[in-house]
Nanobody, 123 residues
Framework: QVQLVESGGGLVQAGGSLRLSCAAS????????MGWFRQAPGKERAFVAA????????YYADSVKGRFTISRDNAKNTEYLQMNSLKPEDTAVYYC????????????????WGQGTQVTVSS
């Protein structure tokens, strides 16, 4: 089992920045690829970004490419999502996830999920 806990969400104005964190415990964090997903009200969960086990490879949804940066610190068992130039359409609950495949945009290919953190971007 891997337990994941997100933090860092909040309310920010359009054009602002936030950094989300995902702290992992349980099984060896560095064994897993990690991802971020988001779900806006009334919409399906959507892939945001993924990072491989070492942190050397990343993969992004087109909607966030150039604005968001995913990273990880295996010594701290933590994954990050730096979000810059935020837009109102980025408003959603953001979830981190751990899985065995990289890259993967499919939620069903991730084994463990956090509880989510709310990000709200005002116009």
């Amino acid at each position: 089992q891997v337990q994941l806990v997100e933090s860092g969400g909040g309310l920010v104005q359009a054009g602002g920045s936030l950094r989300l964190s995902c702290a992992a415990s349980g099984r060896t964090f560095s064994n897993y690829a990690m991802g971020w997903f988001r779900q806006a009200p009334g919409k399906e969960r959507a892939f945001v970004a993924a990072i491989n086990w070492s942190g050397g490879r990343t993969y992004y949804a087109d909607s966030v490419k150039g604005r968001f940066t995913i990273s990880r610190d295996n010594a701290k068992n933590t994954e990050y999502l730096q979000m810059n130039s935020l837009k109102p359409e980025d408003t959603a609950v953001y979830y981190c996830a751990a899985g065995r495949r990289f890259p993967s945009e499919r939620g069903r290919e991730y084994d463990y999920w956090g509880q989510g953190t709310q990000v709200t971007v005002s116009s």
